[in-house]
């Protein structure tokens, strides 16, 4: 029998470029990239669809009953995301389904919902999972769980660049002022906040580029012995 292939967790604030990392990482060692924050932004997106709003536990909680959303990882490493048959992957990226996402996602029943689904995608091993609560909520036994970081500053201005490649319009002060927001949001809600698990290893990526990062989460992994 082949043993389980190793999993990532890689966790941290909005900006702070666990994206594209952990794509690229995953791409390089050949494992399954899982962007837990766009099945967050899915969900949102279906509820907004449906006229429903973070206030109205009893509607969402049918939503999760009935909502056909899947993540499919493409070759490419891109995830591609469906709701009931529709692809939204671009859709979900707009600042407004961000905060009302970060918004659904302080529901203890979307997020049992959302762990539940994400420890199925990484039930046979063999991903790169990133989010806010991989590392101490949904993969807690994963191989390597890796922290990223940034100041608020730094992120605002990468996520500012990455909006305007996306076409959306956007002003500087209100990026900083949104990821302060949302980092407030997501470090302190009740149910499983934004925080590094006790054997994370911490990564300031501040000053680095994203080939450095990768290169450096490469080499923990080769430290411990994960390279394919
Ligand atoms: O990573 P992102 O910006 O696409 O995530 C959108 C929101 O989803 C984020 O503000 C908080 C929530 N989220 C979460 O609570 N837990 C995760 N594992 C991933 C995302």
Redesign the pocket.
């Known amino acids: 029998m082949t043993p389980r292939r190793p999993c990532l967790a890689i966790d941290g604030p909005?900006g702070s470029g666990k994206?594209t990392v952990a794509r690229l990482v995953a791409h390089r060692l050949g494992f399954t990239y899982v962007d837990?924050?766009?099945m967050?932004?899915a969900l949102a997106w279906a509820a907004r669809a449906r006229g429903i709003g973070p206030a109205d536990p009893e509607r969402v909680s049918q939503l999760l009953n009935s909502v056909d959303l899947r993540l499919e990882p493409q070759p490419d490493g891109v995830n591609r995301v469906m709701v009931s048959g529709r692809d939204i992957t671009q859709e979900i990226r707009s600042p407004e389904i961000?905060q009302l996402?970060?918004e659904f996602?302080e529901m203890p029943a979307v997020r049992e919902w959302m762990v539940a689904l994400q420890q199925d995608m990484a039930r046979d091993g063999g991903v790169v999972m990133e989010?806010?609560?991989?590392q101490t909520v949904?993969l807690p036994d994963a191989e390597i769980k890796i922290f990223l970081t940034a100041s608020a500053e730094e992120r605002a201005r990468r996520r500012w660049i990455e909006l305007r490649e996306r076409g959306f319009e956007a002003d500087c002060d209100e990026v900083l002022a949104e990821i302060q927001a949302?980092d407030h949001r997501?470090s302190n809600r009740a149910h499983s906040p934004l925080r590094p698990a006790d054997d994370a290893v911490h990564l300031d990526t501040g000053g680095m580029d994203i080939e450095q990062v990768v290169q450096r989460v490469l080499e923990i992994a080769g430290e411990r012995n994960l390279r394919p």
Not at 131 to 134: C, L
């Open positions: 909005v994206s837990s924050g766009a967050y932004r961000g996402a970060s996602s989010g806010r609560d991989i949904v949302r997501d």
